[in-house]
């Protein structure tokens, strides 16, 4: 069983729509991030998360520490917002990924 | 703040050829990372280097990979000779210290070995 599990693994939506994906953990963490991967490669850093929640523009994360659980919202979808998603948890000293949630939104 | 700089951003090579990829992280990350991902997975650690010495390289192919990071600065990682299985995108990132600070990563350097 992998330590990071995402659901689900891919995500379509119609522009608008209120988007959630999911991330669960099975071991101790000091932090947990969300990333945006676009096709090209790049990997951008969305939040970094310890406890409670944070909002960015449309996109909200939140962290339940004792569930283990974290999940990532984007509200009033957009079609940039097309893109894979990576949770990712920070141990001791190195993070381990979720393997990403596609989400496509169409127009 | 400039981000993670890597070079090239893609690259096509034959079997058995030998490639390099280059990153320049954030000025002050004491910490490098060098990833691996392959099409479809998460990113897989390479390397970590704090400052110019490796924390861990467990999953790190020494046959044919290898890495340095002089003067604690840049980095350079190495596949000396490519297989068809390398393809994939090589991401470097860097952070202040550990995992939980200033974690950037780069925009990756995409390998086809054909």
């Known amino acids: 069983k992998n330590e990071v599990e995402q659901s689900p693994q891919n995500l379509t939506a119609q522009e608008g729509e209120f988007i959630t994906i999911n991330c669960s953990y099975s071991?101790?963490?000091?932090?947990l991030h969300w990333l945006q991967q676009h096709p090209g490669g790049g990997i951008v850093s969305l939040f970094m998360?310890?406890?409670g929640k944070k909002k960015h523009g449309r996109l909200i994360a939140t962290i339940n520490i004792q569930e283990k659980h974290s999940s990532l919202h984007i509200t009033a979808s957009h079609p940039r917002d097309s893109a894979v998603y990576i949770c990712?948890?920070?141990?001791?000293?190195?993070?381990?990924f979720g393997t990403g949630t596609r989400l496509q939104v169409f127009p | 703040e400039a981000g993670v700089a890597q070079s090239p951003r893609y690259k096509i090579i034959e079997k058995r050829q030998s490639v390099a990829f280059w990153c320049n992280p954030i000025?002050?990350?004491?910490?490098l990372y060098w990833y691996q991902q392959i099409l479809g997975q998460g990113p897989k650690l390479l390397i970590q280097?704090?400052?110019?010495?490796?924390?861990?390289d467990s999953q790190l192919p020494k046959d044919r990979f290898s890495a340095e990071r002089l003067k604690g600065v840049d980095s350079t990682l190495k596949i000396q000779p490519a297989k068809l299985e390398d393809s994939a995108v090589y991401l470097c990132?860097?952070?202040?210290?550990?995992?939980?600070?200033?974690?950037?990563f780069g925009s990756g350097t995409r390998l086809t070995v054909v």
């Open positions: 990132a860097s952070s202040l210290a550990s995992v939980g600070y200033g974690y950037t």
């Open positions: 071991v101790g963490i000091s932090a």
């Open positions: 998360l310890s406890s």
């Open positions: 990712a948890i920070g141990g001791a000293d190195k993070l381990i």
């Open positions: 000025s002050g990350h004491a910490t």
């Open positions: 280097f704090q400052n110019n010495g490796v924390v861990d």
